[in-house]
């Protein structure tokens, strides 16, 4: 069992940047699969950024790509999530999950979420 725990959200000004956490703990493997995902009030879930431990491979949706950036510390079981140039359509609740492995199939482990509020 992995357990996930966000923390860094908050409120910001467009604009502004903002730095989220992802600590991974339990049975964690070497080489996974972390992403970080987001939904607002009304709308999917979308998935924002994903990086394997194993090599560093990142992935980024187009909404974000330019602004966000992914990265993961030595210990490679805590992983971030930079985000700047921040505007309103950012404001999501958003989410750390892990999946063993590469970064192909559903994530298997979701931590609580940390939300993130963009004010103009």
């Known amino acids: 069992q992995v357990q996930l725990v966000e923390s860094g959200g908050g409120s910001v000004q467009a604009g502004g940047s903002l730095r989220l956490s992802c600590a991974a703990s339990?049975?964690?493997?070497?080489?996974?699969?972390m992403g970080w995902f987001r939904q607002a009030p009304g709308k999917e879930r979308e998935g924002v950024a994903h990086?394997?431990?194993?090599?560093?491979?990142?992935y980024y949706a187009d909404s974000v790509k330019g602004r966000f950036t992914i990265s993961q510390a030595n210990a490679k079981n805590t992983v971030y999530l930079q985000m700047n140039s921040l505007s309103p359509e950012d404001t999501a609740m958003y989410y750390c999950?892990?999946?063993?492995?590469?970064?192909?199939?559903?994530?298997?482990?979701w931590g609580q979420g940390t939300q993130v509020t963009v004010s103009s």
């Open positions: 999950a892990s999946r063993p492995g590469r970064c192909t199939g559903n994530y298997n482990y």
């Open positions: 339990g049975y964690f493997g070497s080489t996974n699969c």
């Open positions: 990086i394997y431990t194993g090599g560093g491979s990142t």
